[in-house]
């Protein structure tokens, strides 16, 4: 199933817990504080590869999370770091979070890391010093970055053959490479574009037909809109004609049609380079509705072939090879690959009815990585609070001794130079 569009929520790993250990060994005088720090949590990585066309399988397992790191130990034993979690996906994916294009990941072997690991906990053998001895803290680790993405793709293909419904372009790709898509006799539309790779003499190339193109396609008639975007990375069109078949418009009325689409849809397809083929020039009268059709095009190549018996095929291959060799590559698509700077405040205090909520990247990560059940680690992290200001701010906002404090996920009690976990 072709799937060009699908939702992941990826989690990096989270990182391993310090270990609170000291040395003990007999016959050795002397021991000590000898906690290892713990592993850093896997990243989650997105890579292309040529091997994919479809989003189609993450959209059945849309949840990823890295592999978390291992807790310290004893005898300053470092945990093991997470593996990294590689998710594969199709060469032309452009990455969103939100609104922002993170990445367009055109080329094989593109890579993206999406979501960080947490960093691991230090073990109390880092909190030695010559002043504390024998420390009795150690940090917790810190968890992996959680986001929520949208992928979109789009087909990455040197030759996008286009058409409206009928006018042969599946019958066209059969012949031109070695994909089998789906071909009948009876008017329809293919649902899902189709690759295929064509060789002519010492040159390769991709092609791909483009379905669903209707009047009123860019306006979402159809399946027109779901598909137009595929166009936007070819380098060449074939458009497609059908002259054999007679209907309630003429060949150039058709024609017309689908470059208004491409107009309206983005002025860049409608600048792309084309090749106007006409088709079925083996049925009856088609030669007739081909000298017509030419009429309205004096200074354009046609191209006439029939994509059933294989006549005109190897023009239509040399002419293409020859606009390849001229066209210029796809332009590349914007993204947010710059550095941003974003200065925060380390924290930030709201009122909300009668708590008090300390919001702030900093402060959250230092209650993260905090272990409550060590009185050391409490008291460092109310030095740490008083040094940034955040009981200075919280009194500037009213709270008073016996006021609830909220940060992140726990909830204390206000009581100056003191913490008190509710």
Same mark, same amino acid.
């Given at each position: 199933?072709f799937?060009?569009? $699908?939702q992941?929520?990826v989690? &990096?790993?989270?990182?391993?817990?310090?270990?609170?250990?000291?040395?003990?060994?007999?016959?050795?005088?002397?021991?000590?504080p000898d906690? !290892?720090?713990?592993?850093?949590?896997g990243?989650?990585?997105?890579?292309?590869?040529?091997?994919?066309?479809?989003?189609?399988?993450?959209t059945?397992?849309?949840?990823f999370?890295?592999?978390?790191g291992?807790?310290?130990?004893?005898a300053?034993?470092?945990?093991?770091?997470?593996?990294? =979690?590689?998710?594969?996906?199709?060469?032309?994916t452009?990455?969103?979070h939100?609104?922002?294009?993170?990445?367009?990941?055109?080329?094989?072997?593109?890579?993206?890391?999406?979501?960080?690991?947490?960093?691991?906990?230090?073990?109390?053998a880092?909190? %030695?010093?010559?002043?504390n001895?024998a420390?009795?803290?150690?940090e917790?680790?810190?968890? &992996?970055?959680?986001?929520?993405?949208n992928?979109?793709l789009?087909?990455? $293909?040197?030759?996008?053959?286009?058409?409206?419904?009928?006018?042969?372009?599946?019958?066209?790709?059969?012949?031109?490479?070695? /994909?089998r898509?789906?071909?009948?006799?009876?008017?329809?539309?293919?649902l899902?574009?189709?690759? !295929?790779?064509?060789?002519?003499?010492?040159?390769?190339?991709?092609? $791909?037909?483009?379905?669903?193109?209707?009047?009123? $396609?860019h306006a979402g008639?159809?399946?027109?809109?779901e598909f137009?975007r595929h166009i936007?990375?070819t380098?060449?069109?074939?458009h497609?004609?059908?002259?054999?078949?007679?209907?309630? %418009?003429t /060949?150039?009325?058709?024609?017309?049609? =689908?470059?208004k689409?491409?107009?309206?849809?983005?002025?860049?397809l409608s600048? %792309?380079?084309?090749?106007v083929?006409?088709?079925?020039?083996? =049925?009856?009268?088609?030669? %007739?509705? =081909?000298?017509?059709?030419?009429?309205?095009?004096?200074?354009?190549?046609v191209v006439?072939?029939?994509?059933?018996t294989?006549?005109?095929?190897?023009?239509?291959?040399?002419?293409?090879?020859?606009k390849?060799?001229?066209?210029l590559?796809p332009?590349?698509?914007?993204s947010?690959e710059?550095?941003?700077?974003?200065?925060?405040?380390?924290?930030v205090?709201?009122q909300?009815g009668d708590?008090?909520r300390v919001? &702030?990247?900093k402060?959250?990560?230092?209650?993260?990585?905090t272990?409550?059940d060590?009185d050391?680690?409490?008291?460092?992290?109310?030095?740490?609070?008083?040094?940034i !200001?955040?009981?200075?701010?919280?009194?500037?906002?009213?709270?008073?001794?016996?006021?609830?404090?909220q940060i992140?996920?726990?909830?204390?009690?206000?009581?100056?130079?003191?913490?008190?976990?509710?």
């Open positions: 199933m799937v060009d569009r $699908a992941i929520f989690s &990096g790993g989270n990182g391993g817990n310090g270990c609170l250990s000291f040395r003990r060994e007999k016959y050795v005088e002397k021991g000590g906690g !290892g720090n713990g592993g850093r949590g990243d989650v990585v997105l890579v292309t590869s040529t091997h994919l066309t479809t989003l189609y399988d993450l059945y397992r849309p949840h999370k890295a592999e978390n291992v807790n310290g130990q004893g300053n034993k470092t945990g093991r770091s997470g593996e990294n =979690l590689i998710i594969q996906i199709p060469c032309g452009l990455v969103y939100g609104e922002h294009l993170l990445k367009d990941m055109k080329m094989p072997g593109d890579q993206l890391t999406v979501s960080r690991g947490g960093k691991g906990g230090r073990g109390n880092s909190f %030695k010093s010559s002043v001895t420390p009795r803290i150690a917790k680790g810190e968890a &992996g970055e959680t986001l929520t993405l992928l979109e789009k087909l990455l $293909a040197d030759v996008g053959v286009m058409g409206m419904p009928n006018a042969g372009k599946s019958t066209l790709l059969s012949r031109l490479t070695a /994909a898509p789906k071909i009948a006799d009876y008017p329809f539309t293919t899902t574009p189709n690759l !295929g790779v064509a060789r002519y003499k010492d040159r390769t190339f991709v092609v $791909a037909d483009i379905p669903g193109l209707v009047e009123g $396609a008639k159809g399946l027109g809109d137009l936007e990375r380098r060449v069109l074939v497609l004609v059908d002259v054999g078949t007679v209907d309630s %418009k /060949a150039y009325q058709n024609y017309q049609i =689908l470059n689409e491409l107009s309206a849809y983005s002025s860049r600048k %792309k380079t084309q090749i083929a006409a088709n079925k020039m083996d =049925l009856t009268d088609s030669a %007739k509705t =081909l000298k017509a059709f030419q009429k309205y095009l004096k200074k354009v190549v006439p072939l029939s994509a059933v294989g006549a005109g095929l190897d023009p239509l291959m040399a002419h293409i090879v020859r390849l060799d001229r066209a590559p332009e590349p698509t914007d947010d710059t550095v941003r700077i974003v200065l925060e405040p380390d924290f205090v709201r909300e708590v008090f919001s &702030g990247k402060v959250e990560r230092w209650i993260q990585i272990n409550f060590q050391e680690a409490i008291a460092r992290l109310q030095k740490i609070f008083k040094k !200001g955040v009981e200075k701010e919280l009194e500037s906002h009213g709270a008073q001794p016996g006021s609830r404090v992140g996920n726990y909830e204390f009690t206000y009581r100056p130079d003191d913490i008190v976990r509710s």
